[in-house]
């Protein structure tokens, strides 16, 4: 169960850094970010997390405003994660944690 929490922290985090890796490319390139090597595979790293926000939420919301709304729901799912691994933790013994 504990390695198991381990591993969806980590893939939740890596999926975090990604998009943000994405979005602070995009800020530093600007508009020249599709010619740019290094966006084309954040983009790729990040686009199942994008894909699953784009299917679950209603067309209202605009293309724009999905890496938002995945960083959103990513955050609240890696601190439930926070949880459960917290009480994991208590429940088996700190010194199995380290």
Do not use: Y
């Amino acid at each position: 169960m504990w390695l198991s929490i381990v591993i969806v922290k980590g893939v939740i985090e890596l999926s975090l850094m990604f998009i943000l890796g994405r979005f602070v490319l995009g800020l530093l390139i600007g508009s020249r970010r599709t010619g740019n090597i290094f966006w084309q595979v954040l983009d790729i790293a990040a686009s199942p997390t994008l894909r699953l926000t784009r299917s679950v939420s209603p067309k209202v919301v605009l293309d724009r405003h999905i890496p938002l709304a995945t960083t959103v729901w990513l955050l609240v799912v890696w601190v439930v994660v926070i949880k459960l691994k917290i009480d994991a933790c208590l429940e088996a013994g700190m010194s199995t944690c380290k």
